[in-house]
């Protein structure tokens, strides 16, 4: 069974700052995995998604890494801004049997940028 | 793109009835759609796999009787809560798989949150 475990817990820096969320998960048979942010009681925003033959993916200030043999994703924020604060999930997807596959989140990273 | 919505968004109930949560992809079509709940500072936790004219499939633990699943078509599930308890009370989310290229990305709803007093 697939165990994902986020790292830091919480976090609270300055804005500004180039940030590194840590992701490791104990099943390395994924097909890919996704980035999500959540604003408290809201429901999730799917950030960025990473084939399990990519290494990394982009998108504005966001960049994401994916180790697959080692079971590590890395998600990097650039300059952050208080519009960056939320609760950062990563989600690796197991291999489809054909199809698609239910997600299995780590507790996430519970970001807050200072203004 | 692709939007998923959930209705409702909040609701509250009296223990020993039933609510029924609807999930739509409003512009794709989504065969399969999952469901999620979270409890309070908790991650989200998979309940069920939704396929689109078929039987769901539940998770370990997750009672089929209680948390009844129907996908009646490509752009609709719902989840109906039945004889509700208070320990049912938690944030509800649904998501709706769509194909890009060979591909699968999951598009997450609002989220519902219900309370059974």
């Known amino acids: 069974k697939q165990e994902v475990t986020q790292i830091p817990a919480a976090l609270s820096v300055p804005e500004g700052e180039n940030l590194v969320l840590n992701c490791s998960f104990t099943?390395?048979?994924?097909?890919?995995l996704q980035w999500f942010r959540q604003d408290p009681g809201k429901g999730l925003t799917s950030l960025l998604l990473?084939?399990?033959?990519?290494r990394e993916q982009t998108s504005g200030r966001l960049n994401a890494s994916l180790d697959k043999s080692s079971g590590r994703s890395t998600l990097y924020i650039a300059a952050s801004q208080p519009g960056d604060s939320a609760t950062y999930l990563c989600?690796?997807?197991?291999?489809?049997?054909?199809?698609?596959?239910?997600?299995?989140f780590g507790k996430g990273t519970h970001l807050i940028i200072q203004p | 793109g692709a939007v998923v919505s959930q209705h409702p968004s909040w609701v509250i109930c009296k223990s020993g009835t039933s609510v029924k949560i609807e999930c739509r992809s409003l512009?794709?079509?989504?065969?399969?759609m999952f469901w999620y709940r979270q409890f309070p500072k908790q991650s989200l936790m998979l309940m069920a796999t939704?396929?689109?004219?078929?039987?769901?499939?539940?998770e370990q633990g997750v009672e089929k009787d209680k948390f009844l699943i129907n996908h009646a078509s490509l752009t609709l599930s719902t989840l109906t809560v039945t004889s509700a308890h208070p320990e049912d009370s938690s944030f509800y989310i649904c998501s709706a798989s769509k194909r890009e290229y060979v591909q699968y990305e999951q598009y997450f709803g609002p989220g519902t949150r219900l309370t059974v007093t």
């Open positions: 512009d794709f079509q989504a065969t399969t």
């Open positions: 989600a690796p997807a197991g291999q489809p049997g054909g199809g698609a596959d239910g997600l299995t």
């Open positions: 099943d390395s048979a994924i097909y890919n």
């Open positions: 939704s396929n689109e004219g078929s039987k769901a499939t539940y």
């Open positions: 990473i084939q399990s033959s990519q």
